[in-house]
């Protein structure tokens, strides 16, 4: 079992940066890679980044490619998204998960058995 607290949300202005931290407990941080998703009111939870075991390699979709950044510390068991450029329509509230499985590919909300409680991200333009 592993446990996961985000942190770092809030209200920014449009063209602001935030950094989102998620504190990870209990089994080895080093075992699973970790990924952000975000979920907007009335919208599907959708995926923002992932970042392998050793922080090597990195997932992004197209459209957020250049704005956010993943990025790990496994010595202090965390994983981090900043966020640059934000707009409005970044709104969401961004919850972290946990996945034992390797690949890069994973990206489906199903592939990860982990996930923090979310901390809401709110741009205003």
């Known amino acids: 079992q592993v446990q996961l607290v985000e942190s770092g949300g809030g209200l920014a202005q449009a063209g602001g940066s935030l950094r989102l931290s998620c504190a990870a407990s209990g089994r080895t941080f080093t075992s699973y890679s970790m990924a952000w998703f975000r979920q907007a009111p009335g919208k599907e939870r959708e995926f923002v980044a992932r970042i392998s075991r050793t922080g090597a390699n990195t997932a992004y979709p197209n459209s957020l490619k250049g704005r956010f950044t993943i990025s790990r510390d496994n010595a202090k068991n965390t994983v981090y998204l900043q966020m640059n450029s934000l707009k409005p329509e970044d709104t969401a509230v961004y919850y972290c998960?946990?996945?034992?499985?390797?690949?890069?590919?994973?990206?489906?909300?199903?592939?990860?058995?982990?996930w923090g409680q979310g901390t809401q991200v709110t741009v205003s333009s």
């Open positions: 998960a946990g996945d034992f499985i390797p690949e890069l590919s994973r990206i489906a909300p199903r592939d990860y058995a982990y």
